[in-house]
T-cell receptor
């Protein structure tokens, strides 16, 4: 299996632009997570899905952030409009059950 | 938030020494997991211990769990420079949220 696949790996964008991060979970995994990691705040859970349904989005920082999972093999995290404080590494992860999470390599976002 | 909290925040040791990291959590759990993150990479699952287990081994890793104290420890024996990484714990009850981690540096 190829593991969790994220794209893009790196993105630099200007403040105010829309950013879309993409994730393909491991086939057969019913849970999908989006995390954000910064030096200041550590690794934060933004939102997670179970069977394509958002279960807990309490970690989504504000309305500028949205996440979708239109099918079992694809999810997006969108930031619109982006701000410099959104600069971080965004991880997608998936799991079949809540005992072993498989992480992607992350999307490094820089907003200037 | 109900994430596991790791301590110490940072640990610096010499190659060959043992490294011990601790994790505390807040609620009853079914399992607790330890993860490792190399710089610039995603987290990698190391080991899982279930609530009815007290100790578990995997290679040079040893994990203990004390449900009465709501704490766990990760011991890495005979550390190597390649063990340099950040280590995180998470529980199923916290919906796999993570603490700040322990940054381990192993000097050759």
């Amino acid at each position: 299996d190829a593991g969790v696949i994220q794209s893009p790996r790196h993105e630099v964008t200007e403040m105010g632009q829309e950013v879309t991060l993409r994730c393909k979970p491991i086939s057969g995994h019913d849970y999908l997570f989006w995390y954000r990691q910064t030096m200041m705040r550590g690794l934060e859970l933004l939102i997670y899905f179970n069977n394509n349904v958002p279960i807990d989005d309490s970690g989504m920082p504000e309305d500028r952030f949205s996440a979708k999972m239109p099918n079992a093999s694809f999810s997006t995290l969108k930031i619109q409009p982006s701000e410099p404080r959104d600069s971080a590494v965004y991880f997608c992860a998936s799991t079949e059950v809540l005992d072993t999470i498989y992480f992607g390599e992350g999307s490094w976002l820089t907003v200037v | 938030s109900q994430q596991g909290e790791e301590d110490p925040q940072a640990l610096s040791i010499q190659e060959g020494e043992n490294a011990t990291m601790n994790c505390s959590y807040k609620t009853s759990i079914n399992n607790l997991q330890w993860y490792r993150q190399n710089s610039g990479r995603g987290l990698v699952h190391l080991i899982l211990i279930r609530s009815n287990e007290r100790e578990k081994h995997s290679g040079r890793l040893r994990v203990t769990l004390d449900t009465s104290k709501k704490s766990s420890s990760l011991l890495i024996t005979a550390s190597r420079a390649a063990d340099t990484a950040s280590y995180f714990c998470a529980t199923d009850e916290s919906k796999l949220t993570f603490g700040q981690g322990t940054i381990l540096t192993v000097h050759p």
